[in-house]
């Protein structure tokens, strides 16, 4: 086990324990949250690692506390503007709990995505995610995020990619009263 998965494996349900379990200060009247996500993936391929602009669109409903579940959809691309884009989508179950103006979050999601693997050709298939990411209240009900994910790439992904793939970027959440 590399040093990366095992930070992984340890740090995000350590995170979503201390979410869960928080004082936080989640609006009663908040029933959930858009957010848009812009940043890069980096896909390792057998010559080597990529990086992939993606974007994604997330809608989440509350749970209970910070808790909560939702579904998203994803467009990586081979290159900006967008070109050759790759779709997929899939659930979460996630905590955002605020501390102030401060909003850490985690997330643990099961997708099915089309992937850039080479010169013009795609790959489909399953992956498992943890994202993590740290975020500033900038107005009410609006939060602006950094994020940092890690996905395992399931069997059909790994004729052409490795099993693992990285991701980061910027959010804006907000959220629906």
């Given at each position: 086990?590399?040093?990366?998965?095992?930070?992984?494996?340890?740090?995000?349900?350590?995170?979503?324990?201390?979410?869960?379990?928080?004082?936080?200060?989640?609006?009663?009247?908040?029933?959930?949250?858009?957010?848009?996500?812009?940043?890069?993936?980096?896909?390792?391929?057998?010559?080597?690692?990529?990086?992939?602009?993606?974007?994604?669109?997330?809608?989440?409903?509350?749970?209970?506390?910070?808790?909560?579940?939702?579904?998203?959809?994803?467009?990586?691309?081979?290159?900006?503007?967008?070109?050759?884009?790759?779709?997929?989508?899939?659930?979460?179950?996630?905590?955002?709990?605020?501390?102030?103006?401060?909003?850490?979050?985690?997330?643990?999601?099961?997708?099915?995505?089309?992937?850039?693997?080479?010169?013009?050709?795609?790959?489909?298939?399953?992956?498992?995610?943890?994202?993590?990411?740290?975020?500033?209240?900038?107005?009410?009900?609006?939060?602006?995020?950094?994020?940092?994910?890690h996905e395992w790439l399931l069997p059909n992904?790994?004729?052409?990619?490795g099993t693992n793939s990285w991701s980061g970027?910027?959010?804006?959440?907000?959220?629906?009263?």
């Amino acid at each position: 086990m590399t040093f990366r998965s095992a930070f992984v494996r340890l740090l995000a349900p350590l995170t979503l324990i201390v979410a869960i379990l928080s004082p936080s200060t989640v609006s009663a009247d908040e029933i959930g949250a858009v957010s848009v996500r812009v940043g890069s993936t980096c896909l390792e391929h057998s010559d080597g690692s990529t990086w992939h602009p993606t974007v994604s669109l997330a809608g989440s409903l509350k749970l209970v506390g910070p808790l909560e579940v939702g579904a998203f959809g994803r467009v990586t691309a081979r290159s900006l503007p967008l070109k050759n884009p790759g779709f997929g989508g899939g659930v979460f179950l996630g905590a955002r709990p605020a501390f102030g103006i401060f909003r850490p979050s985690v997330e643990m999601s099961a997708a099915y995505q089309r992937l850039p693997a080479g010169q013009h050709q795609f790959t489909r298939g399953w992956a498992f995610g943890v994202l993590l990411g740290f975020g500033v209240d900038v107005h009410a009900g609006v939060t602006l995020s950094a994020y940092a994910g890690h996905e395992w790439l399931l069997p059909n992904h790994t004729d052409l990619l490795g099993t693992n793939s990285w991701s980061g970027g910027l959010s804006l959440t907000f959220a629906m009263p």
